[in-house]
């Protein structure tokens, strides 16, 4: 647990005192205020097992209403509070650092309607994204987003960290496809900017300022999210590549030979896919290469796109930048492949502790960071490796080990971050600042820029009782 690593103190926020816990049973009804000590602990850690809070009440709103009611409570007598959806980040933002009184979303969980027509889906919060894919599916529409998480995280959670995910490539980012969020801000004030839709240009945009900001401004209770069409077929390849050079000429190939039907260009080297095969007992269907590809197409005529993809993948193999492949549109066979991906992040934590980088990178210096940390960090790990997005330049650097040392760590950090900053990437793509990275921020935002974005806090939550200790720097 890293609280001690980052020097934190606590706000002059106060404790939860027996008479506020009344006050939030008589609000939202006693099953519904968690003091129980077990299940609180699955509240105060995060899925990393890297931050633990001690918040000692849990508190599951069933409406706007309730949520708003809890909110202005918490305000009037200045009780921190730390929004929770899943509880599947990857930044330490989703769980307390201190005693915040967790509020989870787990029941704000309805589907209101999704329209077939429009594509438009609006929901509460809490729903589960593999639910409104489902109910997407059922009416012929997909979810602009996918995520390995997609069990468990809320569609709430994604939008309020902007997730990216396997489809960023096809779809966008959520900036584009949520229309409209419904958020309860700090003082209990119910903000509606729902839309229907896609072109509203009455001034400010802020529906943005809650796509992405974790918590920190607001908290989310409704959206509405524009669902594309669902594609009648889908192929999915799997290719071996014998360099990097090859991996990006073949990343070239296919916007260029593929591009309208390109849903997914993910990449993974060896080591990221030997640590899945290890953990998860899989099973490779092609010898080993130094690098990976998973290419997935989606598109309207499954003729057309299996030709398309079948004659991408011959050039790719003429031209010496594929050497081996298999590409399927079976559903079972597809999946079996998407697991060789989706389960490498899970797969390195494994290993024993892991170190996980989320970086914005230029696409022709892509990889170079991945054998500069393994020089690095020689013995002292157990895999260093690289895998992700390539199609949106977002690299996942996963450092493991058996476990945490101070002497790895210092190796790693400042370092990863100072080489992105002076590639002028980003040091977090996809997964956000949460606790975790608020000290790194800097390396990628300008400080006039940060000075803004406290201002802006400072604005919606003036007494900082959403999320306090993310996103904006400690001191
Ligand atoms: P939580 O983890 O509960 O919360 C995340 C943040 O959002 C916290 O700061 C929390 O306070 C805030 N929050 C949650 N709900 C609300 C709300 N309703 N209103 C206001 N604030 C709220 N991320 C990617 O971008 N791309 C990936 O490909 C990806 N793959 C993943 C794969 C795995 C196996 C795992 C474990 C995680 C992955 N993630 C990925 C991380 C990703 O950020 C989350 O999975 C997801 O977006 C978080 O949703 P959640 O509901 O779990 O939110
Ligand atoms: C992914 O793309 C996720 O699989 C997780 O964003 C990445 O754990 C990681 O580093
Ligand atoms: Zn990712």
Excluded at 128 to 137: D, H, Q, T
Excluded at 345 to 366: H, M, N, T
Excluded at 380 to 405: P, Q
Excluded at 441 to 469: F, Q, R
Aim: net charge negative; with cysteine.
């Amino acid at each position: 647990f890293t609280q001690d690593r980052y020097q934190v103190s606590r706000k002059s926020f106060a404790a939860v005192t027996d008479s506020d816990v009344s006050q939030f049973e008589k609000t939202i009804g006693s099953k519904y205020v968690v003091t129980d000590s077990e299940e609180l602990l699955t509240h105060n850690v995060d899925f990393l097992k890297a931050v633990r809070g001690n918040s000692k009440v849990v508190l599951k709103p069933g409406s706007t209403e309730e949520l708003s009611q809890i909110m202005k409570y918490c305000y009037e007598k200045n009780l921190a509070v730390c929004p929770q959806g899943g509880n599947t980040g990857l930044v330490g933002g989703s769980v307390p650092v201190f005693d915040e009184i967790v509020i989870s979303l787990n029941r704000m969980n309805k589907i209101h309607s999704i329209d077939e027509m429009t594509g438009i889906a609006v929901a509460d919060s809490g729903v589960i994204l593999e639910n409104l894919e489902k109910s997407a599916n059922e009416h012929g529409l997909v979810v602009p987003l996918d995520l390995g998480a997609k069990a468990s995280c809320h569609i709430g959670g994604n939008v309020s960290t902007n997730a990216g995910g396997l489809r960023v490539i096809r779809y966008g980012s959520l900036h584009g496809s949520v229309l409209g969020v419904e958020s309860v801000l700090a003082n209990g004030t119910v903000l509606d900017l729902m839309s229907n839709f896609k072109k509203d240009n009455t001034g400010y945009h802020l529906k943005h300022m809650f796509i992405g900001s974790e918590g920190t401004l607001g908290i989310i209770s409704k959206l509405a999210i524009l669902c594309p069409p669902a594609p009648r077929a889908f192929h999915v390849a799997f290719v071996g590549l014998p360099s990097f050079d090859a991996v990006l000429q073949t990343y070239l190939s296919a916007k260029r030979q593929l591009g309208e039907i390109l849903s997914s260009c993910e990449m993974m080297d060896k080591d990221a896919l030997a640590a899945a095969i290890q953990h998860f007992g899989l099973k490779a269907p092609i010898d080993d290469y130094p690098f990976y590809m998973l290419l997935e197409t989606s598109g309207s005529n499954a003729d057309h796109d299996q030709e398309k993809f079948n004659s991408f993948l011959e050039n790719g193999m003429e031209a010496g930048h594929i050497v081996d492949g298999t590409i399927t549109g079976d559903p079972g066979k597809m999946q079996e492949i998407w697991k060789l991906r989706e389960l490498v992040p899970v797969a390195l934590i494994e290993d024993g502790y892991c170190f996980k980088y989320d970086i914005s990178l230029p696409l022709r210096q892509f990889y170079e960071i991945v054998p500069v940390m393994q020089e690095r960090c020689g013995s002292l790990a157990h895999r260093v490796c690289g895998y992700g997005h390539l199609g949106d330049s977002n690299l996942h650097l996963n450092i493991s080990c058996s476990e945490f040392t101070p002497e790895i760590y210092k190796r790693i950090e400042p370092y990863v971050f100072e080489y992105t900053s002076k590639l002028k990437g980003s040091v977090s793509a996809e997964h956000g600042i949460g606790f975790l990275k608020t000290k790194y921020l800097s390396y990628t935002k300008a400080d006039n820029a940060i000075d803004m974005m406290k201002e802006v806090k400072n604005l919606m939550d003036p007494k900082g009782i959403l999320n306090p200790y993310k996103v904006l720097p400690l001191n």
